[in-house]
């Protein structure tokens, strides 16, 4: 008898260090890279905003809610339908804890700089662009803000966590260096795209981002024909649009200025691929 309690005595650190690892649950893709960079093995991480679809309109179902049910942690990031979705998803497990990646960032308000966004992004997003994640600078903080989160909910893998950011953010510095670097010879310094969701790059690489939506909506007649004028004006030959969204209306612009389309994507969960893959286009639609 002695030497069964003994025994179990000895297991119990061991199954201590045994449990599963943190559920955690992100809304897009992206974030869903920063925190399984940051977690490694010890976190199970999942995007609700699934790869083609549309975050501005999306609904969680039901059975995405209920997967919620055991999640340690929430990272949100502002994008539209989380204010509305909240409420709900924290009732489906009350005790989890929700992380918003824009904590201790600068953020952008959406009449930001001079990307002909006065009026708004549109798709309810309150004052602010959510789109923080194509700014390697900010991800270096949210990474922080991550891995501190992690540390507090596991204590046990603080130094894990910790190691795992630092490699994370050297891997951003050398991605920032890259496209700085890609970019530094660029005459043009302005890029068209449909949704205006690279306001932040923009600001990081001293671009300017020029945006064919107005409030989430397919520009009017007038407004249209002001935005081929201004391309021509401008030299502007490339227009940029994410795969989620109709392109219909950038198409007409590529069309009257002898331009074309091109795709990317702020969504794409291969992040550092992806940012430089966005640098060597708009070099290229830039370039002199």
């Known amino acids: 008898m002695l030497r069964r309690l003994f025994l179990i005595l000895l297991l119990i650190p061991c199954l201590a260090h045994a449990k599963d690892p943190l559920t955690v649950f992100v809304t897009v893709a992206p974030l869903e890279t920063f925190v399984s960079r940051i977690g490694g093995d010890h ?111 596991a204590p046990e893998y603080a130094a894990d966590f910790a190691a795992n950011d630092a490699r ?12 700085r670097a890609r970019l530094s010879g660029v005459e043009n310094r302005r890029f068209m795209v449909y949704h205006p969701a690279w306001g932040y790059f923009a600001e990081d690489y001293a671009l300017e981002q020029v945006a064919i939506e107005r409030e989430g909506k397919e520009p009017g007649a007038r407004a249209l024909t002001a935005m081929i004028e201004q391309a021509r004006r401008e030299g502007i030959r490339v227009i940029f649009v994410q ?46």
């Open 168 to 179: 994370f953010a050297a891997d951003l510095d050398a991605l920032d260096t890259e496209i």
């Open 43 to 153: 976190v199970r991480v999942d995007a609700l905003v699934r790869p083609g679809q549309d975050p501005h309109a999306y609904e969680p179902t039901a059975r995405r809610i209920a997967a919620l049910a055991d999640a340690d942690l929430y990272v949100r990031v502002g994008v539209g339908f989380e204010d509305a979705w909240m409420p709900r998803l924290l009732a489906a497990n009350p005790g989890m804890r929700v992380l918003d990646a824009r904590d201790g960032l600068e953020v952008r308000r959406k009449d930001a700089g001079h990307d002909h966004d006065d009026h708004g992004h549109g798709h309810d997003h309150g004052d602010f662009d959510p789109h923080v994640w194509t700014s390697p600078a900010r991800v270096k903080i949210m990474g922080a803000r991550i891995r501190d989160a992690l540390a507090d909910l």
């Open 243 to 288: 795969p989620q969204l109709n392109p219909a209306s950038a198409e007409q612009v590529a069309r009257s200025i002898g331009g074309q389309v091109a795709v990317i994507d702020p969504l794409s969960g291969d992040y550092f691929e992806n940012l430089r893959q966005v640098a060597e286009l708009i070099a290229g639609a830039g370039a002199p």
